[in-house]
């Protein structure tokens, strides 16, 4: 997959949408996981991903070094295919991940949150019955550190404007893109770790359709010591700066949004965890 100078990419203008081609027949999907000592979580993610009944599934494994469990769990799922040499930074190991990909729908699941049943099965139909659109998302799930469920939320249909001028609401462990989309566009941008994947999808949105699905694929895990919370005025600074490269007012609106997220202590839309806590 060709890199992208992310700093040379200048904002585009036009809103026309562009064509995507048609998926193949029972597309490969590549989930691509990134790791760094979530020992206690990852065995979840590996059983989700490996439990789908969608018949043609790799999963690229990017760990970078862990001390705890990890390697001792990852020796459980030879069906991985695991990196252990990768790279520290959480974008820089993404984007590897995303270059070893082979499939037409590619997903990027962190290595502490997993996918429900059928999820991929859900999103590759999704993307079947809308040969247009090149993303697909649905609503947020969130389960504590245990794997409870903490809160359901429904989502929206939402659009380049509103993910640049408005807020996030593309629940990160429920998007599946399509791989054209993704060599279009260019990787993860390394400038904003901890709001990579926001900063992705406005991309995409930019010069593809994007589809909100009203269904439940995946969970996302709230637990201590994430760097959303632990660096959520880093994460608030981050969006503010990336907004702004595409286009987004010197303040953003959505001025409620970002207050609750500052005050509450966690970033719920920006679901990206550097390498010191899931990769």
């Known amino acids: 997959m060709p890199k992208t100078d992310h700093r040379n990419v200048a904002p585009q203008t036009s809103r026309q949408p562009e064509r995507v081609n048609p998926l193949a027949p029972d597309p490969l999907v590549s989930i ?6 979530t020992g206690q979580y990852i065995a979840d993610a590996l059983r989700s991903v490996q439990q789908q009944d969608w018949p043609r599934v790799e999963h690229i494994v990017l760990d970078a070094g862990s001390t705890d469990c990890t390697a001792q769990v990852l020796a459980r799922f030879p069906r991985a295919m695991v990196v252990t040499d990768a790279p520290h930074g959480l974008c820089e190991k993404v984007n590897l991940g995303f270059s070893m990909a082979r499939g037409d729908v590619i997903a990027w699941l962190c290595s502490d949150d997993y996918y429900l049943p059928g999820a991929i099965a859900k999103a590759v139909t999704a993307l079947a019955c809308n040969p ?148």
């Open 132 to 279: 247009d659109v090149a993303l697909v998302y649905c609503n947020s799930l969130r389960v504590d550190e245990q794997g409870n469920e903490i809160r359901r939320r429904r989502r929206w249909q939402s659009d380049h404007d509103r993910l640049v001028c408005e807020q996030n609401v593309l629940p990160h462990p429920t998007v599946f893109f399509r791989r054209e989309a993704l060599e279009a566009v260019g990787s993860l941008d390394p400038r904003y770790p901890l709001v990579a994947d926001w900063d992705l999808w406005i991309r995409i949105s930019r010069r593809f359709p994007i589809l909100h699905v009203d269904d439940w694929w995946g969970a996302y895990r709230e637990r201590p010591g994430q760097l959303s919370q632990t660096h959520r005025w880093r994460a608030w600074w981050q969006g503010r700066v990336m907004a702004r490269t595409h286009g987004a007012p010197s303040f953003l609106p959505r001025f409620v949004y970002w207050r609750d997220k500052l005050t509450a202590g966690a970033f719920s839309t920006a679901p990206t965890r550097p390498d010191s806590s899931a990769g």
């Open 32 to 37: 691509v996981t990134p790791s760094l000592n």
